[in-house]
């Protein structure tokens, strides 16, 4: 694919975190990274002369034009945030109409008072989870420089994505590259069914990511993992549609799951564009949530100390990190897949969400995480197990004091129940073999808040006496 050079009249443009390169290239080109000194790309707007609203209660009023495929979208509504592509050229499938519930139930469980508590259901997104947010901006990108294939490694929920988007829209080939062993079979059968052409490869994601960059390169296809910086400009309408929910006021806390780090990382950006426009007069606090199995981010942040530095990141610590996990031969192992990585690609990006926001990092278990996850679906809003991440790790923020019983906490709920039925069913089986199968080797012993099915002869008398027992 040609790449373009930037002019100086470019009112978007992709530029270089590295305060001591800010090398500019034209959003026309495909770039994964900084060609002078290898660092991560923002895609960064000329504000002054943009049409920006003087106030966000502009976006709400969108919704009323239900027939525009771009208000329709919980994205593109939002298009003079993120205008780097004209309306023409955006590729949407009515993303992003997803909900901000709140929720005493998980309130009462994570330990702030009734009405403080919260969930960004981004479940409801057309393919499950909150990738779609980041894939019709990568994809409208992508097409806009007509590119005829598109890949990722994955997890599960991006292939599942980006397969939708090529599958509804016929204007490219997904490829999708996976790990051995390491997706969901609710996750696979999306990108299986969308026609997407599945590359399962000897290893886990890292081993995915790093094979598919060099492919991509090598063969000109379109990367759409969220080191493209164009994915999590669509990542960034999450937040939007938070304080659209809040009447569009800031939360004391936003607490999310940490894998890739692209939604921490959107999320930040976020934030310091809406102060800096002068829509928002403040940002509210980050808390990003590790599983123990899969903890590079706590590990460099809470215990090495590293931190943003004014864009002077200290990149040798976390290769001297990533050099510890090869030689103990340490893989990422949690049963919340989707946070199963050890290479996050968004690290520099992720610092700097850290330091605008006041962030912390938490790790929990996953024993913590499927408690969480039962109490979410005890609510109403089935969630799959790294979702449940984020509600583990206000709930430990909570008993650690450093969330208030009085603050007003939003947990982001990335992904669909269905995204992972496996985990749930066997959470709240009778069968502890199942249990011990599925749950056991990940280092879960009990399911504290377990609703398992009550077992009865076919009898009407038997039926209703087990019903008045458990009523």
Not at 251 to 271: C, M
Not at 459 to 467: G, H, K, S, T
């Amino acid at each position: 694919m040609a790449t373009a050079v930037r002019t100086n009249t470019d009112l978007a443009f992709q530029r270089c975190l590295t305060p001591d390169c800010g090398a500019t290239y034209d959003v026309g080109e495909v770039r994964t990274g900084c060609s002078e000194c290898g660092g991560l790309l923002d895609v960064a707007y000329d504000w002054d002369r943009l049409p920006v609203p003087d106030s966000l209660q502009v976006f709400e009023q969108k919704w009323a034009r239900r027939n525009d495929p771009l208000c329709r979208s919980g994205v593109w509504r939002f298009h003079e945030l993120l205008p780097f592509a004209p309306p023409e050229k955006v590729v949407t499938i009515g993303e992003g109409q997803t909900m901000l519930c709140p929720s005493d139930g998980v309130g009462k469980f994570v330990g702030v008072n009734s009405g403080g508590l919260f969930l960004e259901y981004e479940g409801l997104n057309p393919s499950g989870s909150f990738k779609d947010n980041g894939m019709t901006a990568a994809f409208t990108h992508a097409h806009t420089i007509s590119a005829k294939r598109a890949a990722c490694a994955s997890t599960g929920n991006t292939s599942a994505s980006l397969a939708l988007y090529c599958g509804i829209s016929k204007l490219m080939q997904a490829v999708i590259f996976i790990g051995s062993g390491k997706i969901s079979y609710g996750k696979l059968s999306q990108a299986l069914d969308y026609g997407a052409l599945t590359i399962q490869i000897a290893g886990d994601f890292d081993d995915a990511m790093q094979r598919v960059r060099e492919i991509s390169e090598k063969l000109g296809i379109y990367l759409v993992n969220s080191v493209n910086p164009f994915r999590l400009e669509g990542q960034k309408t999450i937040m939007y549609r938070v304080l659209e929910g809040l009447s569009w006021q800031v939360p004391d806390w936003i607490v999310v799951p940490g894998g890739n780090l692209g939604n921490s990382s959107a999320f930040g950006k976020a934030f310091l564009e809406l102060r800096e426009l002068g829509l928002i007069d403040r940002v509210p606090r980050l808390a990003i949530v590790n599983a123990v199995g899969a903890n590079t981010l706590h590990e460099l942040v809470e215990v090495r100390g590293q931190r943003w530095n004014g864009g002077r990141v200290d990149h040798q610590a976390a290769g001297e990190y990533y050099q510890e996990l090869d030689k103990g031969e340490r893989r990422a192992s949690t049963i919340a897949s989707a946070i199963e990585i050890n290479r996050p690609v968004n690290y520099q990006k992720c610092l700097r969400a850290l330091d605008v926001c006041q962030g912390v990092v938490r790790e929990v278990t996953d024993q913590q995480i499927l408690d969480a996850k039962a109490q979410v679906g005890a609510s109403g809003l089935g969630c799959e197990p790294a979702s449940a991440a984020s509600v583990a790790g206000a709930r430990l923020l909570r008993r650690e004091g450093v969330i208030a019983p009085s603050d007003r906490v939003v947990c982001v709920l990335t992904g669909h129940q269905l995204k992972d039925p496996t985990a749930t069913v066997a959470y709240h089986t009778t069968d502890q073999q199942e249990f011990n199968r599925v749950l056991g080797s990940r280092g879960v012993k009990r399911a504290e808040f377990a609703n398992r099915a009550v077992a009865v002869p076919n009898d009407l008398d038997e039926i209703i006496r087990a019903i008045q027992l458990n009523s």
